[in-house]
């Protein structure tokens, strides 16, 4: 059974920092792309943070660059999201995401809520 369970979501005021958490089981980690994305009220999905298979590459949103770090445990079969000095306009429900390198076959997990509020 395939499972991405997030973890870590909370309320934090702005310039706080919070570590998002996904644990997956149930498929063949290390041969997936990882990704967290996320999704604010009233607005589309978009895409936070990218780490390869590997570890060995990241990518990251405009919007997130220099605060937020992503990074995978192969071991561990998880993959985290260190994000500093948080706004306001990071709020949103983050969402774990695995892409297997050759099958192209995405999983999801359920979500996990930012709030940054004062």
């Known amino acids: 059974q395939v499972q991405l369970v997030e973890s870590g979501g909370g309320l934090v005021q702005p310039g706080g920092s919070l570590r998002l958490s996904c644990a997956a089981s149930?498929?063949?980690?290390?041969?997936?792309?990882m990704r967290w994305y996320r999704q604010a009220l009233g607005k589309e999905r978009e895409l936070v943070a990218t780490?390869?298979?590997?570890?060995?590459?990241?990518t990251y949103a405009d919007s997130v660059k220099g605060r937020f770090t992503i990074s995978r445990d192969n071991a561990k079969n998880t993959v985290s999201l260190q994000m500093n000095s948080l706004k306001p306009e990071d709020t949103a429900v983050y969402y774990c995401n695995a892409v297997g390198v050759y099958s192209g076959v995405a999983y999801w997990g359920k979500g996990t809520l930012v709030t940054v509020s004062s």
């Open positions: 149930g498929f063949t980690f290390n041969n997936r792309v």
């Open positions: 780490i390869t298979s590997a570890g060995d590459r990241t």
